[in-house]
């Protein structure tokens, strides 16, 4: 999204499908929703490329994602 890696450090698994991988399903003020393969990933902490970890409510202050945005799988 931004060009940078995003590194997934923390998450759980979720049901939701019904949309492309890479795809943020939904958004909320602690979490984000990614669409996987099969299934979904509750993502809770990430480390953005030259940066420390941060949890995702400290990433999501800034990268001010929304439902249908989509990572970039290259890289």
């Given at each position: ?66 439902s249908g945005d989509c990572f970039d799988?290259?890289?």
């Amino acid at each position: 999204m931004s060009g940078k890696r995003l590194k997934i450090c923390r998450s759980r698994t979720g049901m939701t499908t019904g949309t492309s991988p890479g795809t943020i399903i939904s958004a909320d003020k602690n979490s984000f929703l990614v669409s996987c393969g099969s299934g979904s990933l509750q993502v809770l902490e990430v480390q953005v490329e030259g940066k420390k970890r941060m949890s995702a409510r400290e990433y999501l202050a800034g990268a001010k994602l929304t439902s249908g945005d989509c990572f970039d799988s290259t890289g």
